[in-house]
């Protein structure tokens, strides 16, 4: 089944304690993208990658890496989260570049107490 | 003031009615505009990418005026199951993503 995959689902985490969302896609697409969604908010844009070694920063990156070593997983990670960072999270891809439909995965709901 | 805003409503409609939303964009340089939808608890799914001489698809039909960086979608013969909030995106032109907050309808029996 063509989809994207994140985990974990749900974490709860202490401030400082590094963390990682994996996101994985099995449609190799060149293009993925993580965003975060806050109330009255929407989806924030956190960081994207057109495509294997090329990442680039959104609207709200500060905080957050990521790496594309491969064109079918891109990983955001917390080096020190702090309790601005609770969140859904969603990472997302597609094969047509931002311009194009975007497929989502089913969301990480983090919080750091 | 955010990049793009909608009217977060909520929107309560009877079933069969027509329901439009509306969307603004500031960046008059962006390039592509879709309507997402989110249920509850769950991730965007595309319901319709926008064109500039505007596209239907079945009871949904979107509009952009780039002139005026306003962009809507229209609902025609609602049913329960378009319950769900709907999201305005649009594509900068340096490819980074901006959501509107997102308009909220509930269509009632």
């Known amino acids: 089944e063509a989809q994207v995959t994140q985990n974990p689902r749900y974490l709860i985490t202490v401030t400082g304690k590094k963390l990682t969302v994996t996101c994985s896609q099995n449609m190799n697409h060149e293009y993925m993208s993580w965003y975060r969604q806050d109330p009255g908010l929407g989806l924030r844009q956190i960081y994207y990658s057109m495509n294997v070694e090329v990442t680039d920063k959104g609207d709200v990156p500060e905080g957050y890496k990521v790496s594309r070593k491969e064109k079918r997983n891109f990983p955001l990670i917390l080096e020190s989260p702090s309790p601005n960072q609770t969140s859904l999270y969603f990472c997302a891809s597609s094969p047509w570049g931002p311009g194009g439909e975007q497929f989502f995965g089913p969301g990480t709901r983090l919080t750091v107490l | 003031r955010k990049e793009v805003e909608q009217d977060p409503g909520p929107f309560n409609v009877p079933e069969g009615a027509t329901v439009a939303f509306n969307c603004t964009y500031s960046?008059?340089?962006?390039?592509?505009f879709f309507w997402y939808r989110q249920d509850c608890r769950k991730e965007p799914k595309l319901l319709m990418s926008v064109y500039s001489s505007g596209n239907e698809d079945g009871r949904f039909t979107a509009q952009l005026n780039r002139a005026s960086q306003y962009i809507s979608l229209l609902i025609r013969d609602s049913k329960l199951s378009d319950s769900a909030t709907y999201l305005c995106v649009v594509r900068r032109e340096d490819n980074d993503m901006r959501f509107g907050a997102g308009t909220r309808l509930t269509v009632k029996p």
């Open positions: 960046n008059s340089a962006s390039q592509s």
